[in-house]
């Protein structure tokens, strides 16, 4: 079966833009979490989400960045007025329940704020 | 200041040979740990789990040692085979193995030779 899907692959934007980055997670998971890594650091992580509801925001850098998951499955991650130090890969994962042993990982997108 | 350290950011090992990966972390809270893989352009892939109530988990060639008086984990790879060559991600939670928050360290880069 498909596995988490990120779109896209590459983003480039300019300083100030707002960018949208998209998860598709694996069908029937319930759980989606997003992490962001920065060059020569380990994930970090941003939000969770059981179903609908963002479960754990606590990761969220500041107001800038905001996440849907409106009919809970799609979510998208959005963030205002970029800043150069928030190039990096965004990663998304799903599982089936809140597990982290079942998450399955996506492949990321390469955000890169000039 | 980082929570989970992995103080090695590469290791070169002979296939055949072991692979002892290592992990140290600060915050006597945490009571869930993991092992991800993570290949070049791919997502992390979760590899190995331990809870604090444990001192040792073991999944075929992979085992996952824990001291909680050090604060110190390591990963254990026998026979390593060139395959296995890629960053190694710990990571450690203190809501158990189901929640959002999870603290990953900075990774170990595995070289495994033929």
């Known amino acids: 079966g498909a596995g988490v899907s990120q779109t896209p692959s590459n983003k480039v934007t300019e300083k100030g833009k707002y960018v949208e980055l998209r998860c598709d997670p694996i069908?029937?998971?319930?759980?989606l979490y997003w992490y962001r890594q920065s060059l020569g650091q380990g994930p970090e992580f941003l939000i969770y989400f059981q179903g609908t509801g963002a479960a754990d925001d606590s990761g969220l850098p500041n107001d800038r960045f905001f996440a849907v998951r409106p009919e809970g499955s799609v979510s998208t991650l959005k963030i205002q007025r970029t800043e150069r130090g928030d190039s990096a890969v965004y990663l998304c994962a799903s599982s089936l329940r809140p597990s982290y042993n079942e998450q399955f990982f996506g492949p990321g997108t390469r955000l890169t704020v000039l | 200041d980082q929570q989970v350290k992995q103080n090695s950011p590469s290791l070169s090992v002979q296939e055949g040979r072991i692979s002892i990966l290592n992990c140290d972390y600060t915050?006597?809270?945490?009571?869930?740990f993991l092992w991800y893989k993570k290949y070049p352009a791919e997502g992390p892939t979760f590899l190995i789990s331990i809870s604090s109530i444990k001192d040792k988990n073991e999944d075929g060639r992979f085992t996952v040692f824990l001291n909680k008086s050090a604060k110190h984990l390591s990963l254990h790879i026998v026979p390593s085979q060139p395959g296995d060559s890629a960053v190694y991600f710990c990571a450690a939670s203190e809501y158990g193995g189901s929640q959002g928050n999870l603290i990953f360290g900075k990774g170990t880069k595995l070289s495994v030779k033929p």
């Open positions: 069908s029937g998971h319930t759980a």
């Open positions: 915050n006597s809270m945490f009571d869930y």
